[in-house]
């Protein structure tokens, strides 16, 4: 059973990005432990590259880092500023007009950036908001200003030109820093790009970033094998019933492990190389049965994650996204990092 992460092509992949967007300082977008492949190894290798600006959603992810990165490294808070946070040696996004506040009043001469709302409705100041205390906080000095693109993984979609319109009205003749892009955002075009981008996805390996290279490999330990007759079935509620004899091998993660329960029945496989063998039956917390009688031998392992079955194809199986396949990976898998 292993996680294999593969920190070159996560490199390779943040180059790619950043080559697309030459003009633009490329930032790392490493929240929820870097999408659950392990914050620590990927901030090192990262920076080894060149990157020196990171993105978390929270203080504590902040503090967790802090002390593994070294002092010419920015570490963003995406939250911004909430009440009792201890934020030193951390950038917050000031995200309203109450976060900018409390901030300047603790945090005078330290470090902030400001995010506006160009749209999604989700986080930012609003256009209103940010007028009345734009003169104040461009006279602070903040790293950036950035915003969040709601559909850049759609191209066609109106709201990527309307957002893009609103952040330049909102930013016009401000002398700082402007960053709009994540992964789907940098895919879009230059004008999308302005002085920084946050890449995170695609770093990982993940669509809408089709060109990227695959980061994560999971083996999974074969337990047990048996053989089962027509008409007997395998696993929770009976829902998978042999037509014929059949070799199922039992094969040790489950839902606890992030296959998430969504994909029983689904059609989806575990390798023996380039040959799949269907997951029958419900996909329990521990475990999951896997049909291999097309095998000739079952190995140790069979592969869930690899180039036949990427993140994205099994997203699809279970009806979610490559991002989430990869924040559930859970914390009971030995990594490898190569
Ligand atoms: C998560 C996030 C990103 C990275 O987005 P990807 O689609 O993973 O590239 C960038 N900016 C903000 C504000 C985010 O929340």
């Not at 300047?104 to 009345?132: C, K």
């Not at 269907?278 to 329990?284: A, K, L, N, Q, W």
Request: hydrophobic share 45%; proline share 7%.
């Amino acid at each position: 059973m292993s996680l294999r992460i593969d920190l070159g092509a996560i490199v390779q992949n943040w180059r790619q990005l950043a080559a697309m967007a030459p003009n633009a300082r490329p930032a790392a977008v490493v929240k929820a432990d870097a999408y659950g492949l392990g914050a620590e190894p990927v901030v090192r290798a990262l920076y080894e590259a060149g990157a020196r600006d990171f993105c978390v959603a929270l203080a504590r992810e902040g503090r967790a880092l802090r002390p593994v990165l070294p002092q010419d490294a920015r570490i963003n808070i995406l939250s911004g500023h909430m009440p009792s946070e201890d934020l030193t040696g951390l950038v917050p996004v000031l995200n309203s007009a109450e976060q900018f506040f409390r901030d300047r009043a603790i945090r005078q001469g330290q470090p902030f950036a400001i995010q506006l709302d160009s749209g999604m409705n989700r986080l930012g100041m609003e256009a209103g908001e940010w007028a009345a205390l734009r003169d104040e906080a461009l006279a602070g000095d903040p790293d950036f200003i950035m915003s969040h693109l709601a559909c850049a993984d759609e191209p066609d979609h109106p709201a990527n030109a309307a957002q893009l319109a609103a952040f330049r009205e909102m930013t016009e003749g401000c002398d700082v820093p402007r960053s709009l892009a994540a992964t789907g955002g940098i895919l879009l075009g230059p004008q999308y790009h302005f002085d920084m981008i946050r890449p995170g996805i695609g770093i990982y390996g993940g669509l809408p970033f089709a060109e990227a290279q695959p980061v994560v490999t999971l083996s999974l330990d074969v337990i047990q094998t048996r053989h089962v007759q027509a008409g007997e079935f395998c696993g929770y509620g009976g829902t998978w019933v042999a037509d014929g004899p059949r070799r199922i091998a039992t094969v040790s993660a489950g839902y606890a492990d992030g296959v998430l329960r969504a994909l029983s029945s689904s059609g989806f496989s575990l390798y023996a190389g380039a040959t799949a063998c269907p997951v029958v039956g419900r996909v329990s917390m521990d475990l999951m049965t896997v049909d291999v009688s097309d095998l000739p031998e079952v190995p140790a392992t069979l592969d869930l994650i690899c180039r036949e079955q990427p993140i994205d194809r099994l997203a699809d199986y279970a009806g979610t996204i490559g991002y989430e396949i990869l924040t559930s990976l859970g914390n009971r898998y030995p990594r490898h990092y190569v």
